[in-house]
């Protein structure tokens, strides 16, 4: 019961953690504004709960369970019992290759689900090169890659602490006294997200609906553009409120052609199946930051 308690509250901290990256990613790097991932309204991504409770996990057991002859490096020294080296091991490339594919597969099971179950895509990857039904591509396993390397490195030492730490303080142990309320604190937490999952779940399962009756792939995040239509519609307005002269002038920049490719351009042409789709922003993504899909059928 006590290692329950302790997963879940890796699993919120990994739901909140995931939300500010997507947020930032979709900020610097997708969309290119402030947008809230996801299709609850809360702080929260379970799907990187899961993650963080399956390299958490994975790392867990690699290094306290492998032959102690393998030597693994970690910043703290300490981790897991294990006497710290310096430097990264070869023995490193177990758990973050493990990791690597944990993470490619569950990105790409709960997509599958989803389509498959719900005819809902709650992401779409099909303007990528090499896209798998638009669940996973190339540039995103590697992203994956990259982060089961940061998790080994830079979180995970420090999350088992953090971990050791939350567990000692929630039950006691290690010279502690046992702090329930910090129990209540999470159940708390975890009350305003079931909410936010009942009262959004039903407009999820509308669309469910529409798109089984239907027999198509329905995607959640156009939903969620909806909902901010109302914002566009009051946009508009106060631009054609402008001065003919002034919304010429802003017409003329946006419409304005562009002399050479930007390093951007001619990344999205490597990693892009139509990268004429990207010269604005606005074109190639969605109100959620995911790529829009082409013309052609998910269920190739």
């Not at 867990?60 to 703290?76: Q, R």
């Not at 046992?178 to 669309?207: E, K, N, R, T």
């Not at 307005?237 to 002269?245: A, C, D, H, I, R």
């Amino acid at each position: 019961m006590k290692i329950f308690l302790l997963y879940l509250f890796l699993f919120i901290v990994g739901c909140m953690l995931g939300w500010v990256i997507e947020v930032f990613f979709r900020r610097f790097f997708s969309a290119k504004k402030w947008v809230n991932p996801g299709f609850m309204k809360g702080p929260w991504l379970p799907l990187y709960g899961f993650g963080m409770i399956l390299m958490f996990t994975m790392c867990y057991l690699c290094v306290s369970f492998l032959p102690n002859a393998l030597t693994f490096y970690n910043p703290l020294g300490d981790l897991f019992e294990r006497s710290g080296v310096h430097g990264p091991q070869i023995a490193d490339l177990i758990p973050i290759v493990l990791m690597w594919i944990g993470m490619v597969l569950l990105e790409f099971l709960a997509g599958l689900i989803f389509i498959k179950g719900f005819h809902v895509k709650l992401w779409d990857y099909t303007n990528m090169k090499g896209n798998i039904m638009g669940i996973i591509c190339p540039v995103f396993t590697l992203i994956w890659g990259f982060v089961a390397v940061l998790y080994y490195y830079a979180i995970n030492p420090f999350l088992y602490r953090l971990a050791s730490y939350a567990y000692s303080y929630m039950f006691g142990g290690n010279g502690q006294v046992a702090h329930f309320g910090f129990l209540f604190f999470i159940g708390i937490l975890y009350g305003f997200m079931i909410y936010d999952f009942v009262s959004s779940i039903g407009l999820f399962a509308s669309i469910s609906r529409f798109a089984k009756d239907s027999g198509i792939i329905a995607k959640a995040e156009e939903l969620k553009a909806n909902w901010n239509k109302s914002s566009s519609e009051i946009k508009d307005k106060m631009f054609k409120s402008l001065p003919q002269s002034i919304q010429d002038t802003i017409i003329e920049k946006q419409n304005a052609p562009k002399s050479e490719k930007t390093i951007k351009q001619k990344i999205d042409e490597v990693i892009l199946i139509d990268p004429d789709l990207n010269n604005d922003a606005s074109n190639n993504y969605d109100e959620h930051g995911r790529p829009i899909k082409t013309n052609d059928s998910l269920n190739k």
